[in-house]
């Protein structure tokens, strides 16, 4: 699956910055996905998890607070209050 360059920022820097295969963010009318080439929008965000899949197939979750999410030209933004990873399961 291809990629495309994703960030999640909040205040006080960025919890990640690096290409991904997919996203599924916490919207406020109910969760969303982006995938490459997904057309550009701007969806506000609500407080709950951000399951992401890295460049190399690994499954990331984040738990975020409420933001913005912005898509354009396969790159994405998450802009957060706050972000915390999840720990790592093997």
């Known amino acids: 699956m291809a990629d495309y360059a994703f960030q999640i920022l909040t205040p006080v820097g960025a919890v990640y910055d690096d290409a991904v295969q997919s996203v599924v ?3 406020i009318l109910g969760s969303f996905g982006v995938l490459l080439n997904h057309a550009p929008m701007i969806a506000e ?4 998890d951000v399951v992401l899949i890295d460049k190399d197939g690994k ?3 984040y738990a975020v607070g ?4 912005e898509v354009s030209h396969n790159s994405a933004l998450l ?3 706050s972000a ?5 399961s093997s």
């Open 79 to 81: 802009l957060v209050d």
């Open 45 to 48: 965000t609500a407080v709950g």
């Open 84 to 88: 915390t990873e999840a720990d790592a």
């Open 66 to 69: 409420e933001g913005i999410f």
């Open 59 to 61: 499954t990331r979750s």
């Open 25 to 27: 963010a916490p919207g």
